[in-house]
């Protein structure tokens, strides 16, 4: 991609299919999710309209650096496997160019996070830095659910710090936001326990194998639905006792298909159905901090 008579310099067609291989370099759907997410969660907690924007652009910031820092790593993994949705693993985008999106992106979540108060920069820093050790070393070993368990705990940690009342965040909440973290990792995982296992990535959920970890993330995303459903002070709200009553069934439903079906994936779609109970039960407890 050159300019004639210029080699080397980008020309603008050359500019923007950098720019668009770096956007699908950010994993987007999940990095779109975490982000609207937070932003909905600061709103449900009481955080005004420029509190919103600081918690999303923060996250986002912090979102991008660990997907671009996550397939710089994993680049040669991804072209063996043949991974067609990776543009570095394809060749659409120069190492280094990857690498150094990433450091600027993690580097920029500092000063965005102190948007939001040097205890809210703080914990987001950490959050950061466990999802980047997620990525190098900890994939490959039985800790691979702590970085997670860490960063989703953080997030909403990060949030409610950042209140103008810099209020404490309720042990239940972040409690839930770290087990939805932990139920997040191993049904991420369950897709590509396969082609993991190939490329020696070794983590806990891959050890356990598919059947063992489809139950764990099942009991973890039940037990978030409870966290958010009975944490909370005084009776708990009827849409809440709804989503934990839906998410029981679904999961029951879930189990009974896999049972009846063992090759389907009923009890994978399950887990990501009621992980998306629990963040509607998230922002319903939210407004309850």
Do not use: C
């Not at 900890?138 to 691979?144: C, E, Q, R, Y």
């Not at 005084?234 to 009553?245: H, K, Q, T, Y």
Request: net charge positive; glycine share 10%.
């Amino acid at each position: 991609m050159t300019t004639r008579g210029r080699p080397g310099r980008l020309n603008s067609v050359g500019k923007t299919r950098v720019v668009g291989a770096l956007a699908r370099a950010t994993h987007p759907l999940p990095t779109l999710a975490v982000t609207a997410g937070a932003a909905a969660l600061a709103f449900a907690t009481g955080r005004d309209g420029p509190g919103v924007v600081a918690v999303a652009v923060a996250v986002l910031a912090s979102q991008v650096a660990v997907g671009w820092h996550n397939d710089w790593l994993d680049a040669g993994r991804d072209a063996a496997a043949d991974r067609r949705d990776k543009p570095l693993a394809r060749g659409e985008l120069p190492p280094r160019v990857v690498a150094w999106a990433a450091a600027v992106a993690a580097v920029a979540t500092v000063p965005l996070a102190l948007l939001s108060g040097v205890s809210a920069a703080l914990v987001a820093a950490i959050g950061l830095g466990s999802a980047l050790a997620y990525n190098w070393p900890l994939k490959f070993t039985p800790a691979s659910p702590l970085p997670y368990v860490v960063s989703f705990g953080a997030l909403p940690a990060f949030v409610v710090l950042g209140r103008p009342d810099a209020a404490v965040p309720p042990w239940w909440l972040v409690a839930a936001g770290a087990t939805l973290g932990a139920g997040a990792h191993f049904a991420n995982v369950l897709p590509d326990i396969d082609d993991d296992l190939r490329q020696g990535v070794r983590g806990l959920p891959q050890r356990l194998g598919r059947s063992a970890s489809t139950a764990v993330a099942a009991v973890l995303v039940m037990a978030v639905s409870l966290l958010l459903t009975f944490g909370p002070v005084g009776p708990p709200p009827v849409p809440s006792l709804v989503g934990v009553g839906a998410a029981a069934v679904i999961l029951a439903v879930g189990g009974y298909w896999q049972w009846r079906r063992p090759r389907s994936r009923a009890a994978f779609r399950a887990v990501l159905l009621v992980a998306l109970v629990d963040v509607g039960l998230l922002l319903v407890a939210g407004s309850l901090v």
